[in-house]
Nanobody, 120 residues
Framework: QLQAYGGGLVQAGDSLKLSCAAS?????MAWFRQAPGKEREFVAT????????LYRDSVKGRFTISRENAKNTVYLQMDSLKPEDTAVYYC??????????????????WGQGTLVTVSS
């Protein structure tokens, strides 16, 4: 079970940090987001060690994914937020293969989502 929290209403240029706590040990963890009327899209993912990460191009240099295995928690630090970052953010966990690392089908477990709204 995954529990995501930390969303809220911020202004463009602000920062926000999302957290996702897992009820048990997890392997690969990721963040996805879904804006109204759009499909769920990949944001970032990191492996068990937290030493490697992948990001979608539009968030590179602004978002940072990290994890704290002692707390079974993954974080998403979001800086320089833009209105186009507005979405419901979901955390996910699983054991994707390379070809599914950036797709929802690669992850078996999902959190309930937390809304991030960025005003201009």
């Amino acid at each position: 079970q995954l529990q995501a929290y930390g969303g809220g209403l911020v202004q463009a240029g602000d920062s926000l940090k999302l957290s996702c706590a897992a009820s048990g040990r997890t392997s690969v963890m990721a963040w996805f987001r879904q804006a109204p009327g759009k499909e769920r899209e990949f944001v970032a993912t990191t492996g068990r060690s937290g030493n490697s990460a992948l990001y979608r191009d539009s968030v590179k240099g602004r978002f940072t994914i990290s994890r704290e295995n002692a707390k079974n928690t993954v974080y998403l630090q979001m800086d320089s937020l833009k209105p186009e970052d507005t979405a419901v953010y979901y955390c996910a966990a699983g054991q994707p293969i390379t070809s599914t690392m950036r797709t929802p089908v690669g992850y078996r477990y999902w959190g309930q989502g937390t809304l991030v709204t960025v005003s201009s």
